[in-house]
C-alpha cells in the first residue's frame, strides 16, 4: 500500500485558505487519494477524493501534482470549525479498498 | 437515520468479559469496515466486509476478536477475554460499493478496567 506523508501540524488565521500538503511518491497508477477529517471526539468525515485531475466540492479542492507523487488540500476560507486533524490516503486498488490512516496533519485555525 | 450509526456509544467493561459492539451501516450500502482507535493515533484498520461475507480480516489483531454480518446489513464486532489493552475507539463505515466514499459513525468507545 502507498504511504504518505504529512505535516505534523499546521496553523492557519480564520478566514485565509489553509493548504495542507502530502507527499504520497510510491502512489500506483490506479490509485486514487482521498481525504478525511476528524474533529475531537467524532468519527472522520469525508471531504474530497481524486485520481489525477483536480477536484472541488463544496468543501474543499484537491490539486495532485501531474506527476501524482503529491497533493494539496485547499480549504478556501477556513473557519474555526476547521480545527481537525486531516488524513491525506491512498487507497488502495485492491479488493477491499480499504482506507490506510496515517497520523495526519493537526489543523488549528487560530482567530 | 442518514448516517451511520454505532451502539452503545460508550462501554466499560471488566478484563476478562465478552463485549459486543454493533454497528447500523448506511441503508443499501454492501461495504462495511471497522477501525479502532487508540488515543492520538489514526485510524487502524480491522476488517472489511462486502455484503455478509468478511473479504479481508487481516487487521484483526488476535483470536479473541470476531465480527459477522449475517444479512449483510448490521455487523457485530465481538471481543472475547477482554484486555485493558482493547481500550479504544472502535470505528465503523460503510459505503456503496468497495471504492467510493466510505462514511463513518461515531465510534464506541470501550473502556477495559
Known amino acids: 500500500d502507498a504511504k504518505t506523508t504529512q505535516p505534523t501540524s499546521m496553523d492557519c488565521a480564520e478566514g485565509r485558505a489553509a493548504n495542507l500538503p502530502c507527499n504520497h511518491s510510491?502512489?500506483?497508477?490506479?490509485?486514487?487519494v482521498y481525504w478525511y477529517r476528524q474533529i475531537h471526539s467524532q468519527g472522520p468525515q469525508y471531504i474530497i477524493h481524486g485520481l489525477k485531475n483536480n477536484e472541488t466540492n463544496e468543501m474543499a479542492s484537491l490539486i495532485i501534482t501531474e506527476d501524482r507523487k503529491s497533493s494539496t488540500l485547499i480549504l478556501p476560507h477556513a473557519t474555526l470549525r476547521d480545527t481537525a486533524v486531516y488524513y491525506c490516503i491512498v487507497r488502495t486498488s485492491g479488493n477491499t479498498g480499504k482506507l490506510i490512516f496515517g497520523q495526519g496533519t493537526t489543523l488549528q485555525v487560530k482567530p | 437515520g442518514a448516517g451511520v450509526s454505532q451502539t452503545p456509544s460508550n462501554k466499560v467493561t471488566e478484563k476478562g468479559k465478552y463485549v459486543e459492539l454493533r454497528c447500523d451501516p448506511i441503508?443499501?450500502?454492501?461495504?462495511l469496515y471497522w477501525y479502532r482507535q487508540s488515543l492520538g493515533q489514526g485510524p487502524e484498520f480491522l476488517i472489511y466486509f462486502q455484503g455478509t461475507g468478511a473479504a479481508d480480516d487481516s487487521g484483526l489483531p488476535n483470536d479473541r476478536f470476531f465480527a459477522v454480518r449475517p444479512e449483510g446489513s448490521v455487523s457485530t464486532l465481538k471481543i472475547q477475554r477482554t484486555e485493558r489493552g482493547d481500550s479504544a475507539v472502535y470505528l465503523c463505515?460503510?459505503?456503496?460499493?468497495?471504492?467510493?466514499?466510505?462514511?463513518f459513525g461515531q465510534g464506541t468507545r470501550l473502556t477495559v478496567v
Open positions: 463505515a460503510s459505503s456503496f460499493a468497495r471504492n467510493t466514499e466510505a462514511f
Open positions: 510510491t502512489i500506483s497508477g490506479n490509485e486514487y
Open positions: 441503508s443499501g450500502h454492501t461495504a
